[in-house]
C-alpha cells in the first residue's frame, strides 16, 4: 500500500469507484438507492423479532421452526441473499447458543439485516471462540456454570438465528407487544430480552 | 487463505469489546451506505455476484487496510474484484480520486477485459448432492492440518482438531474451488462439534463450538 492511498478518505474513494462505474453503465442511481433503502428500512432485525414473538404465543409455529427453520421463516414472507438455510437456535434456562463469523461477517440478512458494528469487531470475532463466558459477562450477561454454553461460527451458507427465552412477567403481553421487547444482540445470543 | 481475516481465537485481536448500541444506524455515514451498494454492484458486473470470489477479496485486503473501517474493506475488495477481471486498472480509483479532488491527473485507459466465469448449477449455493455421505451424525473427525494458500472456509483454530459430527447440512458450492473459478464442485456439509478444551486446552472456559465443515476438510478418527 502506498502513502497515497493512506490519505484517501473512503468517502472520497467511494465517489471516486460510483463514479468510473456510472461511467462504464455498470451501475446506475436507481439501483444502488434501492439496495440502500431496502436495508434500511425494509429488513432487518424487526422481521426477526416477529419471528420471535410468534414462536413464544404460537406452540406449533415455534416446533416448525425448530424443524425447519428456513421454512417456518418463509410462512412469514422473510427470504433471500443470506438466508438460504436457516437454523433456528433455541435457548433455554439451562443451554445459551451465541453466533459469530470469525472469517468475514456472515449474518441472517433476511431476518436480522446488516450486522451491527460490534459484530463486525476483530475484538467479537476473535474472543467469542476462545472465552464466551468472558465476552457475554462482559455484555452483561453472567451465565451461571451449570448453564451450557454453545458457540455457533458461521462459516458456511447456513445461517442462525438464536430464539431467545422469553421473559418473566410477559404472560398477558400481545405478539406485537412481545416483538417490541426482542432485540438484534438478543437474537445473535450475546444478551437476553429483559422483560418490560 | 492465512491473514488477518481469519480472526477466530487469534490473541493479536484480543481487547475490549465495542459498546453495543441498539440504536445505531443500519450505515452510520452515507458514503457506508453507497459503498454497500456500489460494492454488490461491482461484484456482479466482475464475477457476476461470485460470494466467494468476493469473499477472497476481502481477505486479501491488506491488513491495515482491512482494519481501517468496514465498507472502506469493501471498497477495497471491489477494486480487486474489478482489476482481476480487466475492467477498472490498478490506480483507476485513487487517479479518479485525485481529479475530483482537483489534483491534475492523467487516469490510466481501461486494460483488457478479463472477466472470470464458471457454469453454475443455479442460484445461491445450495446444492443437491447424488453422492453418499462420508461422515454420520456421531462421527469423530478430525480437520486437515493443511493451510490452503488460496479461499477456504476451514478456519485456523479449527485445523488438526478433532470433533464429533453433530448434524448433516445442506450440499453447497465449495467455497475453496468456486472462489478460484475453477468450479462449483458441490459437496456435503457438516455441522461439527469440538469440546472447548479440544481446541484450548485444559484450562479453557466450559464450551461447546459448533463450525459448519466441508467434507473434503475432514477425516474420519
Known sequence: MTDADDALDPALREEALESLLLERGLVDTATIETFIRTYETAVGPMNGAKVVAKAWTDPDYKQRLLVDGTAAIAELGFKGPQGEHMVVLENTPSVHNVVVCTLCSCYPWPVLGLPPSWYKDPAYRSRVVREPRAVLREWGTDLGPDVEVRVHDSSSEVRYLVLPERPAGTESLSEEDLAALVTRDAMVGVTKVAAP | ?221
Do not use: C
Not at chain 2, 43 to 67: D, G, I, K, Q
Open chain 2, 1 to 221: 487463505m492465512d491473514g488477518v481475516a481469519d480472526m477466530g481465537g487469534d490473541t493479536r485481536f484480543f481487547g475490549p469489546l465495542p459498546r453495543i448500541d441498539p440504536e445505531e444506524a443500519v450505515f452510520p455515514h452515507e458514503w457506508e451506505a453507497r459503498a454497500f451498494a456500489v460494492t454488490l454492484l461491482a461484484n456482479r458486473a466482475a464475477t457476476s455476484s461470485n460470494l466467494h470470489a468476493f469473499r477472497h477479496a476481502l481477505e486479501r485486503v491488506p491488513e491495515r487496510e482491512y482494519l481501517a473501517t468496514y465498507y472502506g474493506r469493501w471498497l477495497a475488495s471491489a477494486e480487486i474484484l474489478l482489476t482481476d477481471s480487466g475492467i477498472l486498472a490498478p490506480g483507476a480509483v485513487e487517479a479518479r480520486a485525485r481529479a475530483l479532488r482537483g489534483e491534475n491527473v492523467t487516469e490510466p485507459a481501461d486494460p483488457e477485459p478479463n472477466k472470470p466465469s464458471m457454469p453454475t448449477g443455479g442460484g445461491g449455493n445450495l446444492r443437491t448432492i447424488e453422492s453418499p455421505r462420508a461422515f454420520a451424525v456421531g462421527d469423530r473427525v478430525r480437520a486437515t492440518s493443511d493451510a490452503a494458500a488460496g479461499h477456504t472456509r476451514l478456519p485456523a483454530y479449527i485445523r488438526g482438531r478433532v470433533g464429533t459430527v453433530a448434524a448433516l447440512l445442506p450440499g453447497q458450492v465449495l467455497p475453496d474451488t468456486a472462489a478460484h473459478f475453477i468450479g462449483e464442485d458441490p459437496r456435503h456439509v457438516y455441522s461439527v462439534e469440538y469440546d472447548a478444551r479440544e481446541l484450548w486446552g485444559e484450562e479453557s472456559e466450559s464450551f461447546s463450538l459448533t463450525v459448519d465443515l466441508f467434507e473434503p476438510y475432514l477425516e474420519k478418527v
